[in-house]
C-alpha cells in the first residue's frame, strides 16, 4: 500500500466473509487475476512490476472487447521524454513575468527545486489576484485528463483557484460545440452525452442502421472514464446478425468495413444538403408521418415551405442536393425510402458538426427523424453518442462515485467564455462577441494555468495560436512528458501518470457498471508529484490549505468518496464491503443491470404522453423551428435548420487554389495527443509523420504514391505528412488524423512546416456560427504535394534538458 494510506481493519477471512456473502446478491466482486488492478481510458488492466518498474499488462477478466492501448502503459511511466523536475524558462525567471514571450518554444531551461516552483506560481496567482482581479488567470484547462475521481487535474485547479479568488473559466467543449447548444433549443438537452436507447433493444429491433459521419469501432475503444466496451460488443452483434448498416462519410472507415456497410460518400461538408434532398423526397412523395410531426413538434409548416423553396425560391430537391453533395439523385430518393420502410436508428457522429455552421446537420437529423415517425419507438430514431463511451449500454443500478468538488466560484468571477474561442480571447482584450443569445467580453488574460490539456494539440490554427500564446505574462502547466504545450510553457510542473497516484473511477460512461480502484502500480517517477499533492502545497503556499485538502490525504479522500457510494448502492439494495476492505482486495465491483434497463428507448416516455413528459424545450415538444433561437437574428444560425455554405468547401472560390477538402479522424492508435510518443506509432506513422490519406486520382496527379514524404499546406501553414494512397477515400478528399504532436522546423519563423504533421496548422479559427461558438476543427481546404530534398528530422518527442539550475 502507498504511504499515507488507512490502516486495515479485517483480516482475509473476514473479506472472505463479506465476499461469499455479497456474491449470490450480484457477483460484485471479481477477483484479479495477477498484478497490482488499475484502470485508464482505454480500459481497466492488471499492471505486472518487477522491482519498481512496470514490465506488462493484462486486461480484467470482464472486458469484452480489451484494447491494445493498455499494452502502452509501461511505455507511458517510463517514457524517454518524462519531465524530470520542476523547470522554468530561463528569460522569465531571470527578467520575470512577460520577458521575451516570443522565446516561447525556444528558450532554454532552468532546473529549480519544488519549493521554488511552488513560491513562483502561488506568487504569480496573488500578484494577480490582487493587481488585476480573476479575470486576468485563465484557469479552466481543458482536455482528456487522466482517470480518476480524486485526481481530476481541472477539478483540483478551479477549486483552488476558486478558494485564492476565482478565475476565468470556458464553456462548451470542442467534441461537441455546436451540437450541445442547438441540441438544448430543439430537444431541451444536450442530447450528445445523453444515453442512447439501449443495445439489446436496437440489436432486438432495429432494421436498418445509418452510421452519419462517425467511426465507432474505433472510437469506441476509449472512454472518458473507464471504457465498458459494450459498444463494441452491441455492433459486433448488429454484424452477427446481419442487420443492415449504411455508412454516409467521405471516407470508408474500419467500422464500414468490420460491418459490411453500403458506403455513400458525399462531399466534404455538405451533409445539411444531403438531409434536406431526403426530407424532400419524404415530404413530395407523401413519406413523413403527418401525425407524429403534428403531435410532438412545432415548426414542421414552415420547414416545409423552405423545402419547397415557397420561402427562399430554392427547391431542396433530390437534384438540388446531389449538386452539392455529390450522390446521385435516384440514390438519396432510394435512401429515402428506404428510411420509413423499414425501423431505422440513426447514429450520427460529431465531426460533421465541428465545422462552419456545424448547428446544421444535428438539427436536420433530428428533424429527418421525426419525419420517418420513428423517435420513441423501439429500435428507431437517432442517436448521438452510439460512437461515444458506450452509448446505449444499459444502465446498471448500484451508487455512482463523486469526484472531488471544484468549489463554489466567488462572487465576483467573471463570466466563462466558449471554450473553442480561448486564442481570440488571448490576442483581443476587450472585444466582445455574440454567444447563444448573450454577449461576452473578453478580459485582458494576464496568467494561463494549464493542467490536464494540451491546448496545441486540440485548438485549431496552430499559427495563429502562438501569436495569440505570447500575450499572457505567465503560462503554468503541469505535464509528465515534454508536450507542444509544455515546450510553449514559463513554467512546467512535472505531474505523475495516474499509474503512480492511487485513485477511484466508474467504468462504463453510460451504464455506471463498475467500480474500478486504480492502485498506485510504482513510485512517482523522477520528481513528479500528483496534481492533489502540487495543488496542495500552492494551497498551503497562498493560506487555503485547509479548505483545499479539508485535512483529508489521497486515502482519505477516497475513502469518502467510496463510502458516499456505499451509501447509494446500500440504498439500491446492493450491500457493499467496507472501503478497507474492497481496497484490500484487489478486486473491482460490477453492479447488476435491471432487466428493464436492457429495454429502455430514448424518448419514449414522451412519445407515450407529450404533456406529463413534456421536452426541456419552451414549447415542450421537438422545436423544429425555434423561436428563441430566431429571437436572436443571427444572420449565421437562423430559427429554421438548412443549408449555408460554409466557409471553405468544394464551392468556394479558394478551392481553385487550394482544390482538397480535409477531413480529420480520431486516430486508433492513440487517443488524441495520448500515447503519440509511444511504439504504437510504428503502426500508423508513414515516413515516420502522421499519414495522409489520398485518393489514387488525386495523388496520381501529383505524382504521390504511398510512403512518400508529402507536403500539405495553405495559407494558415504547411506540415509534413506520408501518404496513404488508397480506395478508400472520396476523390478531392484527404484525411489526416488529429494529435500528432506539433514540431516547428523553425520555431522563429511563422508558419514554419510541422515536422510531425500537426493537422491543426491547417484549420482555422473561427466559431461555428455566433449561436454556439463551437470550434471547426474537421475543415479545411488544402494542397498537397511530393515532398522533396533532404527530409528534417522528426523532434516532437525529444525531451528538454536544462541548461541550468537554479
Given at each position: ?52 518498474r512496470m514490465v506488462g499488462v493484462r486486461p480484467v477478466q470482464d472486458d469484452p472487447a480489451p484494447n491494445e492501448l493498455i499494452d502502452m502503459a509501461p511505455y507511458q511511466v517510463h517514457a524517454h521524454n518524462r519531465i524530470t523536475s520542476p523547470m522554468i524558462r530561463k528569460s522569465w525567471l531571470e527578467q520575470g513575468p512577460d520577458s521575451r514571450n516570443d522565446l516561447r518554444g525556444r528558450d532554454e531551461w532552468v532546473q529549480v527545486s519544488w519549493d521554488k516552483a511552488i513560491r513562483l506560481v502561488g506568487d504569480q496567482i496573488r500578484h494577480l489576484q490582487q493587481t488585476a482581479g480573476p479575470s486576468s488567470i485563465y484557469a479552466g484547462s481543458y482536455g482528456w ?89 452491441g455492433f459486433e452483434a448488429l454484424a452477427a446478425k446481419g442487420t443492415r448498416v449504411i455508412c454516409i462519410d467521405p471516407i470508408r472507415s474500419p467500422s464500414a468495413r468490420k460491418l459490411k456497410a453500403e458506403w455513400l460518400a458525399p462531399a466534404a461538408y455538405t451533409d445539411a444538403a444531403m438531409i434536406l434532398g431526403l426530407a424532400h423526397t419524404l415530404l413530395t412523395e407523401k413519406l413523413h408521418d403527418e401525425a407524429f410531426l403534428q403531435r410532438y413538434t412545432v415548426g414542421f409548416d414552415k420547414f416545409r415551405a423552405y423545402l419547397l423553396g415557397e420561402s427562399d425560391g430554392t427547391v431542396k430537391s433530390a437534384e438540388w442536393a446531389s449538386a452539392i453533395c ?481
Amino acid at each position: 500500500m502507498a504511504a499515507g494510506s488507512l490502516d486495515l481493519l479485517f483480516s482475509k477471512s473476514v473479506l472472505a466473509q463479506a465476499i461469499s456473502q455479497a456474491m449470490p446478491l450480484f457477483k460484485a466482486l471479481r477477483p484479479a487475476q495477477e498484478g497490482i488492478l488499475t484502470a485508464a481510458h482505454w480500459g481497466a488492466f492488471e499492471a505486472l512490476v518487477e522491482s519498481d518498474r512496470m514490465v506488462g499488462v493484462r486486461p480484467v477478466q470482464d472486458d469484452p472487447a480489451p484494447n491494445e492501448l493498455i499494452d502502452m502503459a509501461p511505455y507511458q511511466v517510463h517514457a524517454h521524454n518524462r519531465i524530470t523536475s520542476p523547470m522554468i524558462r530561463k528569460s522569465w525567471l531571470e527578467q520575470g513575468p512577460d520577458s521575451r514571450n516570443d522565446l516561447r518554444g525556444r528558450d532554454e531551461w532552468v532546473q529549480v527545486s519544488w519549493d521554488k516552483a511552488i513560491r513562483l506560481v502561488g506568487d504569480q496567482i496573488r500578484h494577480l489576484q490582487q493587481t488585476a482581479g480573476p479575470s486576468s488567470i485563465y484557469a479552466g484547462s481543458y482536455g482528456w485528463k487522466s482517470t480518476g475521481m480524486l485526481h481530476n487535474s481541472r477539478a483540483l485547479l478551479s477549486r483552488l483557484m476558486n478558494l485564492a479568488g476565482g478565475f476565468l473559466s470556458y464553456s462548451g467543449d470542442y467534441s461537441t460545440g455546436a451540437a450541445q447548444v442547438i441540441m438544448s433549443h430543439v430537444v431541451g438537452s444536450m442530447e450528445v452525452y445523453e444515453q442512447q436507447t439501449s443495445w439489446p433493444n436496437v440489436i432486438e429491433h432495429s432494421e436498418l442502421v445509418i452510421l452519419w459521419g462517425c467511426n465507432p469501432l474505433t472510437t469506441l475503444k476509449n472512454s472518458w472514464n473507464v471504457p465498458d466496451h459494450v459498444g463494441l460488443a452491441g455492433f459486433e452483434a448488429l454484424a452477427a446478425k446481419g442487420t443492415r448498416v449504411i455508412c454516409i462519410d467521405p471516407i470508408r472507415s474500419p467500422s464500414a468495413r468490420k460491418l459490411k456497410a453500403e458506403w455513400l460518400a458525399p462531399a466534404a461538408y455538405t451533409d445539411a444538403a444531403m438531409i434536406l434532398g431526403l426530407a424532400h423526397t419524404l415530404l413530395t412523395e407523401k413519406l413523413h408521418d403527418e401525425a407524429f410531426l403534428q403531435r410532438y413538434t412545432v415548426g414542421f409548416d414552415k420547414f416545409r415551405a423552405y423545402l419547397l423553396g415557397e420561402s427562399d425560391g430554392t427547391v431542396k430537391s433530390a437534384e438540388w442536393a446531389s449538386a452539392i453533395c455529390g450522390i446521385d439523385a435516384e440514390r438519396l430518393r432510394e435512401l429515402a425510402r428506404t428510411l420509413v420502410r423499414q425501423r431505422t436508428m440513426i447514429m450520427a457522429g460529431w465531426g460533421i458538426q465541428r465545422q462552419h455552421h456545424g448547428e446544421q446537420p444535428h438539427w436536420l437529423l433530428v428533424t429527418l427523424a421525426a419525419m420517418t415517425g420513428q423517435i420513441g419507438l423501439p429500435g428507431g430514431g437517432f442517436g448521438f453518442s452510439y460512437h461515444y463511451s458506450s452509448g446505449g449500454s444499459p444502465t446498471a443500478r448500484g451508487g455512482i462515485l463523486s469526484g472531488i468538488s471544484a468549489g463554489a466560484a466567488p462572487a465576483n468571477s467573471p463570466a466563462p467564455i466558449p471554450v473553442a474561442r480561448i486564442a481570440d480571447c488571448l490576442a483581443n482584450p476587450g472585444k466582445t462577441i455574440d454567444f447563444n443569445g448573450k454577449q461576452v467580453t473578453y478580459p485582458d488574460v494576464k496568467m494561463v494555468y494549464v493542467a490536464g490539456g494540451n491546448p496545441f494539440h486540440h485548438h485549431q490554427d496552430t499559427n495563429n495560436l502562438l501569436k495569440a500564446w505570447r500575450r499572457p505574462e505567465t503560462i503554468v502547466v503541469h505535464e509528465p512528458y515534454w508536450t507542444a504545450t509544455a515546450r510553449h510553457a514559463d513554467i512546467v510542473l512535472p505531474c505523475t501518470t495516474s499509474y503512480e497516484r492511487n485513485d477511484l473511477d466508474m467504468g462504463g460512461d453510460y451504464s455506471q457498471l463498475y467500480v474500478f480502484p486504480m492502485h498506485q502500480c510504482v513510485p512517482p517517477q523522477h520528481q513528479s508529484r500528483s496534481d492533489f499533492a502540487i495543488f496542495s502545497a500552492l494551497a498551503a503556499h497562498l493560506g487555503v490549505e485547509q479548505a483545499f485538502t479539508e485535512g483529508r490525504d489521497e486515502m482519505l479522500w477516497l475513502k469518502a468518496m467510496y463510502d458516499n457510494m456505499k451509501v447509494q448502492a446500500r440504498n439500491a439494495g446492493i450491500p457493499l464491503p467496507p472501503f478497507d476492505m474492497f481496497w484490500q482486495s484487489g478486486n473491482y465491483i460490477r453492479f447488476p443491470i435491471p432487466e428493464e434497463n436492457r429495454q429502455w428507448v430514448r424518448f419514449a416516455d414522451y412519445r407515450a404522453d407529450p404533456l406529463l413528459n413534456p421536452l426541456g424545450t419552451p414549447s415542450g415538444k421537438i422545436e423544429i423551428f425555434s423561436q428563441t433561437v430566431a429571437s436572436m437574428k443571427y444572420p449565421d444560425c437562423a430559427g429554421l435548420p438548412g443549408w449555408q455554405p460554409p466557409k471553405e468547401w468544394h464551392g468556394s472560390p479558394l478551392a481553385r487554389k487550394y482544390p482538397l477538402s480535409l477531413n480529420t479522424a480520431h486516430s486508433g492508435h492513440r487517443l488524441h495527443s495520448q500515447l503519440d510518443n509511444t511504439p504504437l506509432r510504428r503502426k500508423y506513422a508513414v515516413a515516420d509523420r502522421e499519414a495522409i490519406l489520398i485518393n489514387p486520382q488525386d495523388a496520381a496527379i501529383r505524382g504521390i504514391k504511398s510512403g512518400d514524404l508529402v507536403r500539405a499546406f495553405n495559407d494558415r501553414g504547411q506540415i509534413l505528412v506520408g501518404a496513404d494512397v488508397t480506395e478508400d477515400i472520396r476523390p478531392g478528399v484527404v484525411r489526416i488524423s488529429e494529435g500528432a504532436w506539433y514540431d516547428p522546423q523553425d520555431p522563429s519563423i511563422p508558419g514554419t512546416l510541422c515536422k510531425n504533421g500537426n493537422v491543426n496548422c491547417l484549420t482555422f479559427d473561427i466559431g461555428s456560427s455566433r449561436l454556439a461558438q463551437g470550434n471547426c476543427g474537421h475543415m479545411a481546404l488544402l494542397e498537397i504535394e511530393k515532398f522533396t530534398g533532404e527530409a528534417p528530422a522528426n523532434t516532437a518527442h525529444l525531451a528538454q534538458q536544462p541548461a541550468a539550475r537554479a
